[in-house]
């Protein structure tokens, strides 16, 4: 049996170590197919329901293991729907190849059915982005496209016409004309320095010596320098704000940190970014520059692995390009300790408070169930080093607040698109690349609901994914920021019935749990952890619980009373609840 092209594209993926590509096949990748059929041996092809997931499970799988993430989707409509989890990866910088058919080369230009030329439509999504028109092409160009992936952090898009899939591997039908020859590439990818230059460091060193309310913010480029970064801390006698992608970089319980920072963060970690006088930014470009502090008034040091990101946000003293991990260890032996300095207990103070507030709002007595105290139970009863992926909405918020990062435990959701549905997806690629582990996504129904199918991949795939969704039967996080804007709600909750996602996981032929009383959490999500296979508990939670920002300003609190005054149509319920949740927290 001669070798065709799709052979020498898929042994290409196998030198780089490439063990899973994530896809849905077409009639214009039936060579691609044929090509990953011959090497089954070597590759596992993960068979999804919707395009869209495989390109979050290429995503997730990036995120969680740092290797390379690949998706494979036919030509034009199902490469269509690659793009929003593609965008996810750009936006958050992991490396994701993207794997496209095209209509055969001769009918190209011509209008032929289903000819979207995918190469133009991800030219802004893609790094790198080539159409192979030439079987000599590869693998060159495969070790180029994941090459650029893992330098760039970002998509690779390779896209084959049908003809040239099923082409002769290795053949050059057209005769040069110029000096030429296809170029001999390996499978090497030679990561850069992630050192500093050493007067950057003793500039850094110089500025942060000075500081007398010094504050770190670090990221998810930090997720590597647990330790590094405490010692910092520690040196320093600086409090630790986390972005929510970084929330695993140290844990939650550190007597440095302060939790995260923003809409969905702490008023201890707002208050921090109001007083400190020097910031400490560390493998992160945060968006949300509003919470981060005046010029006028701080000096800012940032660690930043990419040059042009550094800056980005906030006026910088002092950028350095470098890795998080080898920065901060050049940067401790230059670092003068702090000792006796009262600014890191006024903060763990702060931060003791917080934590009891947190903890009143977990009460099991509530009706309807407060998904603070779903999210508690979840957080007792899970593994120190479960995986938790979560949707964006209210429940990122429950799980910013109330997961707790302890031992080996890590923390995945859509951090700069801010998507929803990638959750369930990005579970199941994170079980594929770590059996022996337990691995949670924690969804709204919203999310749950677009592609909710891929529960069923699970069970088809055998991975003991577990699911808890928060069902509020309603947009949520919507809903609250139309009220914010002084707008009553409008167009965000579902009409009754409300949907019961647990049947759905049984007739699939996995667990499935429904939960409408308090009384009953504990015990259906202890069901679904110890369950041997895939499993769903769908919780109905008070849907008027808001999900309040840490430090409510003046303007926030206008614009809501503004909404109440407008005619908010569930104002009596929203207002009980408000009271519900100051009364117990004055409680405690």
Not at 501 to 511: D, L, N, Q
Not at 568 to 578: E, G, N, S, V, W
Request: net charge negative; glycine share 10%.
């Amino acid at each position: 049996m001669a070798r065709i092209a799709s052979e020498s594209l898929i042994e290409r993926l196998v030198a780089w170590g490439v063990d899973t590509v994530f896809g849905l096949p077409g009639d214009g990748i039936n060579g691609i197919m044929e090509g990953l059929r011959r090497h089954r041996d070597r590759v596992r092809f993960v068979l999804v329901h919707h395009e869209e997931a495989a390109a979050f499970m290429a995503t997730g799988y990036a995120k969680a293991t740092g290797r390379i993430g690949v998706c494979l989707a036919t030509s034009g409509p199902g490469g269509i729907h690659l793009l929003n989890g593609l965008y996810d990866a750009k936006l958050d910088h992991v490396p994701v190849l993207a794997i496209t058919g095209m209509q055969e080369t001769s009918v190209l230009g011509t209008g032929y059915q289903q000819e979207v030329h995918l190469d133009k439509l991800f030219a802004d999504v893609a790094e790198y982005n080539m159409m192979v028109t030439n079987p000599a092409q590869l693998p060159s160009l495969v070790d180029l496209a994941i090459r650029t992936s893992y330098a760039r952090r970002g998509v690779s898009h390779l896209t084959l016409p049908n003809d040239i899939q099923v082409a002769e591997a290795g053949a050059d039908p057209y005769k040069s004309v110029a000096p030429v020859r296809a170029p001999q590439t390996a499978p090497v990818y030679l990561q850069a320095s992630g050192m500093p230059r050493q007067e950057d460091i003793e500039w850094a060193a110089e500025v942060l010596n000075r500081a007398e309310r010094p504050a770190m913010l670090v990221g998810q480029g930090a997720l590597h320098a647990r330790e590094e970064v405490l010692a910092v801390a520690e040196v320093l006698g600086a409090p630790v704000v986390k972005t929510l992608p970084g929330k695993a970089v140290i844990p939650d319980d550190s007597p440095y940190t302060t939790g995260g920072l923003g809409l969905l963060g702490t008023r201890p970690s707002e208050e921090l970014m109001e007083e400190a006088d020097v910031l400490f930014m560390v493998g992160t470009n945060f968006p949300y520059s509003k919470f981060l502090p005046e010029v006028r008034d701080t000096r800012v040091v940032q660690f930043e692995a990419d040059p042009t990101r550094a800056g980005a946000r906030i006026a910088t003293d002092v950028p350095v390009v470098c890795d998080a991990k080898e920065g901060l260890r050049a940067l401790l032996p230059l670092l003068g300790r702090r000792d006796g300095n009262g600014h890191l207990a006024k903060y763990q103070k702060m931060m003791a408070k917080w934590r009891s507030d947190m903890e009143s709002l977990e009460n099991p007595d509530r009706d309807p169930i407060a998904p603070q105290y779903v999210m508690s139970i979840l957080d007792e009863l899970a593994t120190d080093d479960a995986i938790m992926t979560c949707d964006s909405g209210t429940i990122a918020t429950w799980a910013a607040r109330h997961w707790t990062i302890r031992g080996g435990r890590e923390f995945y959701l859509s951090g700069t698109l801010a998507t929803m549905a990638p959750g369930l997806p990005y579970a199941i690629a994170m079980q594929h690349a770590f059996p022996g582990r337990q691995v949670i996504a924690y969804v709204g129904d919203g999310g749950f609901s677009m592609l909710m199918a891929e529960f069923l991949t699970a069970v088809q795939h055998r991975l003991p994914i577990k699911v808890i969704i928060n069902n509020n039967n309603s947009l949520g996080q919507i809903l609250w920021e139309q009220m914010v804007l002084g707008y009553p709600e409008h167009g965000v909750r579902y009409a009754q019935p409300e949907a019961d996602f647990s049947a759905w996981a049984r007739s699939c032929g996995g667990f499935g749990a429904k939960v409408t009383k308090s009384e009953d959490v504990a015990h259906a999500i202890g069901q679904a952890l110890h369950h041997d296979g895939p499993a769903l508990v769908d919780v109905d939670v008070n849907p008027n619980e808001p999900p309040m920002p840490g430090k409510v300003s003046y303007d926030q609190a206008k614009s809501f009373a503004q909404a109440f005054l407008k005619g908010q149509p569930h104002k009596a319920a929203i207002a009980t609840t408000l009271f519900k949740d100051r009364i117990q927290k004055l409680g405690d």
